[in-house]
């Protein structure tokens, strides 16, 4: 390794001359806090750095590229725009007017040689390809001491490659801005002492301690302190979070305020930021199916320009018409706009909460007609709200029937007495004493208030063990059932205190969102759930669903999956749960909650990083617009390059002009995917708004 040359704020470095070693220096030497662009040639063996010249990064640079790691984590960077082979382009044709033709002939094929070869050698290797054309069409011209028409071929076709490169190269490093760096260091208690050690040594379970302006390097669980975290970057919340001990704390988040120690539950890799780290560099390394198609397709097109070119040779033995239909390249335009336009939607998908894992994902998502709900978690917040209060004791109205049962209620973690908690918070509800509060495992609460023996739980427990009869509310609690209402009941003594109707909190975008949806082209809408036939077709109708399948067990949601794919259907599965694994794999696109259990995240092809449903509408209209560009963007390489083969078949344009206007249509699909994505990227709403 050495240096080649220096700026300030930027290295460029010769390597040998080895693609694996330059990926993973390439890697290793991005991953480093304080560089901020990377650009590798790996054919000249040359990486370019841009850093932020912080004190002792120039060392570290120079010591990764000499000796980078045997398994270097991060992505590995792309080809970048080198704009030599452009300017020798540039400077072959100004030579093939200029020099005297020898020299100009020499000039000519140093400038061809390389394409003309690697065509030669496809041919013998892989058939038809791409580069067998571009060789034809520089190389024919070559040979008949056409130089001004192979150079400009070449020119033209490098211009593309060059405008190409940099258009890639731009979109990765903006999908590499969403990953998160890995600190240099961390500090951590041991020994009773607060000691600072670097962050690859951190172990779980130990206390790491953040202090304001830091950022939190682990997922854990506050132990003291206090402070304000913003954790923006990681789940979209606008406002930074109070952390109180016994809050959880999130890897990205930054303390605005305050301090924390934190037990580090979750490190490196297996901490928030490390998995959304690890799905965007997957993502990026991870060719798309899509991709793979479109340059199926497009070597398939050069047949038809082969073919054409024999033709009107064989019908008018003309050299340069024949040149000229060699210079239509259905190809270029195809496979050019493609990964451009896959990645531009990935980034703009992260930017609005929803990260994609691979272009098969994208494509998938697109053509998705039913959508399969997990209710809990997705189409509600997983958490129970009280709808109704019907006080039945004498003397005892809603807000004192509340502020009993919350006031035994606190001191118990079960989700149906936290709702009651809550409600009573809400309204501002006074403590009530009580003397000591008894747990009944699986049944409810006991305590005693005033000289009263207050319980509350479910009906078995108050009828058939406390022997308190709620006879007379029969016809109310099937109604409050029939709504889809879970019921809590409550006694002073042994009489009926009052009774408490819950429901799982729905999400306030769900309706419009699922409108939207549907106004997108999804036909079917199925939600399944594990809850109780009224429970379940209640919630059902609010939405509208299409179809409610009730008490379901875990391993029903993936045969479910597999049977709506067996009638035809494009399913996309969204849940949460350990048990939504299974689903997520089976459908022909899973989708993960932002609060998802780890097995469905790993399962899922697409991530909601923030808390709202509506982001799921954002990734399928993005999905939707991204493959309709592609799709338009192939009818316009077909359509100009079959009219521009039509010139040149019929002797209308000249071999020049020919690669004039078919590179020239390659350089608009460019520009216009480009100017599509900075459309769409105006018309989106920012994340967490």
């Known amino acids: 390794m050495r240096i080649a040359h220096e700026l300030p704020g930027r290295l460029r470095l010769r390597l040998p001359a080895d693609a694996a070693l330059i990926a993973r220096a390439g890697a290793a030497i991005r991953a480093l806090p304080g560089v901020t662009g990377l650009r590798v040639n790996r054919r000249g063996g040359s990486v370019v750095v841009l850093h932020d010249g912080r004190p002792g990064l120039r060392a570290r640079i120079l010591a990764t590229a000499a000796n980078p790691p045997a398994h270097a984590e991060g992505f590995v960077p792309p080809e970048g725009a080198d704009g030599l082979d452009l300017a020798l382009a540039a400077g072959s044709v100004a030579g093939a007017f200029a020099l005297p033709r020898p020299l100009a002939a020499l000039a000519t094929w140093a400038n061809v040689a390389r394409p003309v070869l690697t065509g030669a050698g496809a041919a013998l290797t892989e058939g038809l390809k791409v580069e067998v054309l571009d060789a034809i069409a520089m190389g024919l011209p070559a040979l008949r001491g056409e130089y001004g028409t192979a150079n400009f071929t070449r020119f033209l076709m490098e211009l593309a490659n060059y405008i190409e490169a940099g258009t ?401 259907a494009k399913v996309a599965y969204v849940g949460d749960g350990v048990n939504d694994g299974p689903a997520l794999m089976v459908a022909d696109v899973g989708l993960a909650m932002p609060r998802a259990a780890d097995i469905a995240r790993a399962t899922a092809d697409v991530l909601l990083v923030e808390d709202r449903l509506d982001a799921l509408a954002d990734v399928l209209e993005i999905a939707q617009d991204t493959m309709a560009l592609i799709r338009s963007n192939f009818r316009v390489a077909v359509g100009v390059n079959s009219a521009i083969l039509a010139g040149a078949t019929t002797g209308l344009l000249a071999p020049a002009t020919t690669a004039l206007l078919h590179n020239g249509t390659t350089i608009a699909v460019l520009v216009r995917s480009m100017r599509h994505r900075r459309a769409l990227g105006m018309t989106r709403r920012p994340a967490g708004a």
């Open 168 to 568: 890639e190269q731009r979109s990765d490093e903006l999908l590499r801005t969403l990953l998160h760096r890995r600190p240099d260091d961390v500090w951590v208690e041991r020994g009773g002492q607060t000691v600072r050690v670097p962050f690859d040594s951190l172990q779980g379970g130990e206390s790491v301690v953040v202090g304001m302006g830091e950022t939190v390097p682990v997922d854990g669980l506050v132990l003291a302190g206090a402070g304000y975290v913003d954790q923006s970057a990681v789940t979209g919340e606008s406002l930074p979070l109070s952390r109180m001990p016994g809050e959880v704390a999130l890897s990205g988040g930054i303390v605005t305020d305050g301090r924390l120690v934190i037990r580090a539950d979750r490190v490196g890799d297996a901490t928030t930021t490390g998995r959304i780290t690890r799905y965007i560099q997957e993502a990026l390394e991870r060719p798309a199916e899509i991709e793979t198609v479109s340059e199926q397709l497009a070597d398939k097109r050069i047949g038809i320009t082969l073919a054409s070119a024999a033709g009107v040779f064989a019908a008018t033995r003309d050299w340069r018409r024949m040149e000229s239909v060699f210079m239509v390249d259905y190809s270029c335009t195809v496979k050019l706009g493609t990964p451009i336009a896959i990645k531009s939607a990935m980034y703009r998908a992260a930017k609005q909460g929803c990260l994609i894992k691979s272009g098969q994902a994208l494509e998938a998502l697109a053509g998705v007609d039913t959508l399969v709900f997990d209710k809990t978690g997705t189409l509600t917040h997983n958490t129970l709200q009280v709808t109704d209060i019907v006080p039945l004791a004498r003397g005892v109205d809603e807000e004192r029937a509340v502020a009993m049962v919350a006031s035994l209620g606190e001191h118990t973690a079960h989700p149906i007495a936290r709702a009651v908690v809550e409600l009573a918070q809400a309204r501002h509800l006074a403590h009530v004493a009580h003397e000591e509060v008894n747990f009944i495992v699986g049944h409810g609460v006991e305590g005693r208030i005033g000289g009263n023996v207050i319980r509350f739980g479910s009906r078995h427990f108050l009828e058939d063990d406390e022997h308190v009869s709620f006879a007379a509310e029969r016809a109310r609690v099937e109604a409050l059932k029939a709504e889809g209402k879970s019921m809590l009941y409550a006694a002073q003594d042994d009489r009926p205190l009052a009774m408490f109707a819950l429901r799982d909190r729905l999400r306030d975008e769900a309706a419009p969102v699922l409108a939207r949806l549907r106004a997108m082209g999804i036909r079917r809408m199925v939600m399944i759930t594990g809850d109780a036939r009224e429970k379940a077709l209640a919630f059902g109708r609010v939405l509208g669903m299409d179809e409610v399948h009730y008490e379901q067990q875990p391993e029903d949601k993936a045969s479910l999956i597999a049977a709506l794919k067996a009638q035809g």
